[in-house]
């Protein structure tokens, strides 16, 4: 009998042991975790090469901060000199029409980027990218700028559909670039006639969007889109950039566009093809005469020698 209570004691002592191993290591298996995921959620920077910027006057620039993990954490951009911040989020902290910032998160990674337009040497310093959490955690970026313009070669370019299809739509492009600014204005043309929106014929049809930008700060760009391309769209379209601050400078760029016309294409194809196969019949038709011809003569050849012998 006494046996019997000591194995059971025994096995209730062995069961409140392994319950305080198993409570023990739950315990240290929840403490590991923890720190792992206090770990992965804690905010880094992404090193972004090159960081420092040395530009000049009138430049665009772009200063750069890449995030993981940054979570509900806020972020904001200040200038080391001054104590108040520029941005925090994706709001500027005070407007300010040289500057804007683009604030983008995809998945774990944020893009924070402060946009200075036409700067000057009086923005020169360290900017520094701030993420404001228990630790605070800091990114810096040293912007120079020279007080001299950078030059720029003034260019057009023009691109984008040269053979639509009847119906279709046109899309050209046109790229003007100025010297220190962008172009003020862009005019399109159609075998030397201007492309209105209001005119009747190309009512509903044409569409022209300009925009400049922000990269380089100095082009203008002009998209030309037509609806529903007719053959009396095909022909030579230009595009004409002007520049007053460059003393009135224009500059122009054109490109041929053919209107494809599928039927008549085909039987261009097929009539080709026709041509081609009685060429060549007629090639085999002349060779079998010319065989024939140089046997009708051997033939004669032979039985005038016979005759003469």
Known sequence: ???????????????NIY??????????????????????????????????????????????????????KSVSWRKISE???LTIG???????????????????ITNNTLIIKRVKPSHSGTYECQISSANIYTYHVNLEVLNTRRYTEPSITLD?????????????????????????????FHNGNLIAESKPRWRNRAV????????????????LTIDKVGASDAGIYVCRSMTPSEGMTVKTTSVMVNVLNAEKDIKKREDGHTQDTSHKLSRQD????????SCFYLTLLGLLFQIVK
């Open 83 to 85: 104590d108040f911040p």
């Open 286 to 293: 002349s060779s079998k005469t010319v065989r024939l011809s």
């Open 160 to 188: 984008g559909t040269l053979y639509p299809s009847p119906n279709q739509k046109l899309n050209l492009t046109c790229n003007s670039t100025g010297h220190d600014r962008s172009p003020d204005k862009i005019d399109w």
């Open 1 to 15: 009998m006494d046996l019997t209570n000591d194995m059971e004691i025994g096995v209730i002592i062995h069961k």
């Open 19 to 72: 319950v305080r191993l198993g409570i023990v290591l739950l315990l240290h298996l929840m403490k590991v975790s923890g720190e792992v995921v206090k770990r992965q959620l804690i905010p880094s920077f992404i090193p972004i090469i090159p960081r420092d910027q040395i530009v000049h006057t009138g430049d665009t620039v772009l200063l750069k901060c890449q995030i993981r993990n940054l979570g509900p």
């Open 90 to 108: 994706d709001m500027m902290y005070a407007p300010n029409p040289e500057m804007s910032v683009d604030f983008v998160r995809n998945g774990r």
């Open 208 to 223: 022209i969007v300009n925009y400049v930008p922000e990269v380089p700060g100095v082009s203008l760009i002009s998209q």
